[in-house]
């Protein structure tokens, strides 16, 4: 087992990466919470939840089952974790397990910050692109129907245990999504870890355990040096979303149906790597060579929609990190090296977006 600590003071914790960590670890003696409510989902449940309740067979466990899906990940569905709380008499000592991928973390977690004004939890991620990203960091929330994560709350686990053995029931589809992520963080900020991904590519397509782990491990590593400095997402963390913004306005723009996350990112990076490329931060050599490793992990490159270039901009307003009416985005300087900004060409961006989407 391989541990990657999160820096947070008083508020630090571990990420715990290896095979059977369902079954063979000693992490759930370690909570001393006595009421345990285990969030899944429908897809997960059969497969995982009676082995993850298992674990606690001394103290009161409860389960809520979601529907699965990124179209659930709403207050609707939130207000069916706090019924099943409110139901069991949960006090303020409990902890919620979140086991599923990023949309079970993320709702599991904000139910958590939210519950008597805020309760443990853990996350147990069970897909490759939550246990790379969603599950570290402390971001949780709900969409809104015109905007992805518009509501939820910062709110830290006390531990993220992300067992390798999960990922060989996870569909290739899935897989691919989080790769997404993976290829991220050597975009932004480790360009040795990107040819890294190129080297071993048919380890990780493969499903080598060892690959597997240090591509997690080395994500996790870049996520948790990130948060250490920014975890309100004040400054530098917004690296973090390269790609996001627009991928986040595909999936808006979808009712988020069309594309898994990882892949509405995956469509992102391509066009942000596009424009960095025409504001001259990057080669048209480095942008081929990114769109090189998505292809080859079998992501997405092309929107190939009918989505309009005015409501990808109006879409993209939305965003978290717009400021004062101007879309701020990630951009690259170098492969490796990402910055944030607002002070470009915004007729540069218009022709941009319009040669990709049509024009209203």
Same mark, same amino acid.
């Given at each position: 087992?391989?541990?990657?600590?999160?820096?947070?003071? &008083?508020?630090?914790?571990?990420?715990?990466?290896?095979?059977?960590?369902?079954?063979?670890?000693?992490?759930?003696?370690?909570?001393?919470?006595? +009421?345990?409510?285990?969030?899944?989902?429908?897809?997960?449940?059969?497969?995982?939840?009676? +082995?993850?309740?298992?674990?606690?067979? !001394?103290?009161?466990?409860?389960? /809520?089952?979601?529907?699965?899906?990124?179209?659930?990940?709403?207050?609707?569905?939130?207000?069916? $974790?706090?019924?099943?709380?409110?139901?069991?008499?949960?006090?303020?000592?409990?902890?919620?397990?979140?086991?599923?991928?990023?949309?079970?973390?993320?709702?599991?977690?904000?139910?958590?910050?939210?519950?008597?004004?805020?309760?443990?939890?853990?996350?147990?991620?069970?897909?490759?692109?939550?246990?790379?990203?969603?599950?570290?960091?402390?971001?949780?929330?709900?969409?809104?129907?015109?905007?992805?994560?518009?509501?939820?709350?910062?709110?830290?686990?006390? *531990?993220?245990?992300?067992?390798?053995? $999960?990922?060989?029931?996870?569909?290739?589809?899935?897989?691919?999504?989080?790769?997404?992520?993976? $290829?991220?963080?050597?975009?932004?900020?480790?360009?040795?870890?990107?040819?890294?991904?190129? %080297?071993?590519?048919?380890?990780?397509? %493969?499903? !080598?355990?060892?690959?597997? +782990?240090?591509?997690?491990?080395?994500?996790?590593?870049?996520?948790?040096?990130?948060? *250490?400095?920014?975890?309100?997402?004040?400054?530098?963390?917004?690296?973090?979303?390269?790609?996001?913004?627009?991928?986040?306005? #595909?999936?808006?723009? &979808?009712?988020?149906?069309?594309?898994?996350?990882?892949?509405?990112?995956?469509?992102?990076?391509?066009? *942000? &790597?596009?424009?960095?490329?025409? #504001?001259?931060?990057?080669?048209?050599?480095?942008?081929?060579?990114? /769109?090189?490793?998505? +292809?080859?992990?079998? #992501?997405?490159?092309? =929107?190939?929609?009918? $989505?309009?270039?005015?409501?990808?901009?109006?879409?993209?307003?939305? %965003?978290?990190?717009?400021?004062?009416?101007?879309?701020?985005?990630?951009? #690259?300087?170098?492969?490796?090296?990402?910055?944030?900004? %607002?002070?470009?060409?915004?007729?540069?961006?218009?022709?941009?977006?319009?040669?990709?989407?049509? =024009? !209203?």
């Amino acid at each position: 087992m391989k541990t990657v600590e999160i820096d947070l003071g &008083s508020r630090s914790y571990p990420i715990h990466i290896g095979s059977g960590l369902l079954t063979q670890s000693d992490w759930p003696s370690r909570l001393k919470n006595q +009421q345990i409510c285990i969030v899944t989902n429908e897809t997960i449940a059969p497969l995982y939840l009676a +082995q993850t309740k298992a674990l606690f067979k !001394d103290k009161t466990v409860i389960d /809520v089952i979601l529907p699965d899906g990124e179209k659930f990940k709403s207050l609707d569905t939130l207000a069916l $974790i706090f019924d099943g709380l409110i139901d069991a008499a949960f006090d303020r000592t409990c902890v919620l397990i979140a086991l599923g991928g990023g949309v079970v973390g993320d709702i599991t977690g904000y139910a958590a910050a939210s519950y008597q004004r805020g309760v443990d939890f853990v996350q147990i991620p069970t897909t490759l692109l939550a246990q790379v990203d969603s599950s570290v960091g402390g971001k949780t929330g709900v969409n809104h129907p015109r905007g992805k994560n518009m509501i939820g709350a910062f709110h830290q686990p006390k *531990a993220v245990i992300t067992d390798l053995d $999960i990922l060989k029931t996870l569909p290739d589809r899935e897989f691919s999504a989080g790769m997404a992520e993976v $290829i991220k963080y050597g975009a932004i900020m480790d360009s040795t870890f990107l040819q890294w991904l190129d %080297d071993n590519a048919d380890a990780l397509l %493969d499903r !080598d355990v060892s690959a597997l +782990q240090y591509a997690i491990a080395r994500s996790c590593e870049c996520k948790a040096q990130i948060v *250490a400095e920014d975890e309100l997402e004040g400054g530098r963390r917004a690296l973090l979303n390269f790609g996001h913004t627009y991928g986040h306005a #595909l999936e808006s723009l &979808s009712n988020y149906s069309r594309w898994l996350h990882g892949e509405a990112v995956a469509i992102g990076m391509t066009l *942000a &790597s596009e424009f960095s490329m025409a #504001l001259g931060g990057i080669t048209a050599e480095a942008h081929q060579q990114l /769109v090189e490793k998505l +292809q080859k992990f079998n #992501l997405p490159i092309s =929107a190939d929609t009918d $989505i309009t270039s005015d409501s990808m901009i109006a879409s993209m307003l939305r %965003d978290k990190k717009s400021r004062d009416g101007n879309i701020r985005l990630v951009l #690259l300087e170098g492969m490796g090296n990402a910055f944030l900004s %607002d002070q470009y060409d915004r007729k540069m961006f218009t022709s941009h977006l319009e040669k990709v989407f049509a =024009a !209203d």
